[in-house]
């Protein structure tokens, strides 16, 4: 079965710094997806970014990308210029999409806190 | 454009009483998946509906029940609460064709049982 781990429980960071999040995971596929969401205060989950594993090339979404490495089974999450409003809960979650389904599996997330 | 929403926001139950929650998936997505989030903890897959049917599950007992409408909205059932079913009920869609299996998620239930 494959697991997702996130070794940090909490972690803080000045405001416009650039901070990293860890995530490990352990599978004996080849395909599938790796995901960091962020869940903020107000609860509602919103994707960060999205990584298929197929792809060599790091995944990028302005301020966030992530360092995938496939051999490692690693996949963190790496924020630049930090933001209040990056304040939240981030999950990091793996995904093996099968024939007519898919199930997401999720890391027990890291609290993140930007201070100003 | 409609994104996930799901009802009610907050609802207080007994033990041993039944619940329903609903879900209404992003406006074109046709999957929905249920979990349940514990306080401080990441999402627990429940099951997925689609095309009317559970199409895999989680580690949750047979209490927890769901259901697909035509429409591709979505009900969870859960019976007999126990206190441990305390916990925000999330509530995730996408689009299966085309392999989109990107998630978007709704705002979440938070269940109480007293």
């Known amino acids: 079965a494959q697991t997702v781990t996130q070794s940090q429980p909490e972690m803080s960071v000045q405001e416009a710094e650039t901070v990293t999040l860890s995530c490990t995971y352990d599978?004996?596929?080849?395909?599938?997806?790796l995901f960091w969401y962020k869940q903020p205060p107000s609860r509602q989950m919103i994707l960060v970014i999205r990584q298929e594993a197929y792809k060599q090339q790091n995944a990028t979404e302005n301020r966030f990308s992530v360092n995938f490495q496939k051999a490692a089974k690693s996949f963190s999450l790496k924020i630049s210029d930090s933001q209040l409003g990056d304040t939240a809960m981030y999950f990091c979650?793996?995904?093996?999409?099968?024939?007519?389904?898919?199930?997401?599996?999720f890391g027990t997330g890291t609290r993140l806190k930007v201070l100003a | 454009d409609a994104g996930v929403t799901q009802s009610p926001t907050h609802l207080i139950k007994t033990r041993g009483q039944q619940v329903t929650l609903r879900c209404s998936p992003k406006?074109?997505?046709?999957?929905v998946s249920w979990y349940q989030q514990a306080l401080g903890q990441g999402p627990q897959f429940i099951f997925q509906?689609?095309?009317?049917?559970?199409?895999q599950r989680g580690n949750f007992p047979d209490r927890f029940s769901g259901h697909q409408f035509p429409n591709y909205s979505s009900e969870l059932n859960v019976n007999a609460l126990l206190l441990g079913d305390s916990a925000l009920y999330l509530c995730?869609?996408?689009?299966?064709?085309?392999?989109?299996?990107?998630?978007?998620f709704g705002p979440g239930t938070r269940l109480l049982v007293l």
């Open positions: 995730a869609s996408s689009l299966l064709a085309g392999s989109q299996e990107t998630q978007y």
């Open positions: 599978t004996s596929e080849s395909n599938y997806y």
């Open positions: 979650a793996f995904m093996k999409p099968q024939p007519g389904t898919y199930k997401y599996i």
């Open positions: 406006s074109g997505h046709d999957t």
């Open positions: 509906y689609y095309e009317e049917e559970e199409r």
